[in-house]
């Protein structure tokens, strides 16, 4: 497993924009893939994004629509998840994950940061 530490949440106006980092520790990171995770109150953790470790596979969530843009940096050992458009509905906690391979179900990663809340006012 690896640690995984997320940070760059914040409380943002509707159609504002936010870039949250995952930074992680150890070198198995690189060969893993990072996923971008979100739940809200009330509702199931769903998947926003994910990368492959290479960097040269990703998948995003229908609901993504474009807005966002899932990226890693092997050298730093971090994946970021650039957040434009933003609006009201996407208000959730994100959480960073790493796992064997690209996967929708979360119960395919292993290793999960702790969470950094997103706030889009109206």
């Known amino acids: 497993q690896v640690q995984l530490v997320e940070s760059g949440g914040g409380l943002v106006q509707a159609g504002g924009s936010l870039r949250l980092s995952c930074a992680a520790s150890g070198r198995a990171f690189g060969n893993l893939a990072a996923a971008w995770f979100r739940q809200a109150p009330g509702k199931e953790r769903e998947l926003v994004a994910v990368i492959s470790g290479s960097g040269d596979g990703t998948y995003y969530a229908d609901f993504v629509q474009g807005r966002f843009t899932i990226s890693r940096d092997r050298a730093k050992n971090t994946a970021d998840l650039q957040l434009n458009r933003l609006n009201p509905e996407d208000t959730a906690t994100y959480y960073c994950?790493?796992?064997?391979?690209?996967?929708?179900?979360?119960?395919?990663?292993?290793?999960w940061g702790q969470g950094t809340q997103v706030t889009v006012s109206s």
């Open positions: 994950a790493a796992g064997a391979a690209m996967a929708r179900r979360s119960s395919a990663y292993t290793s």
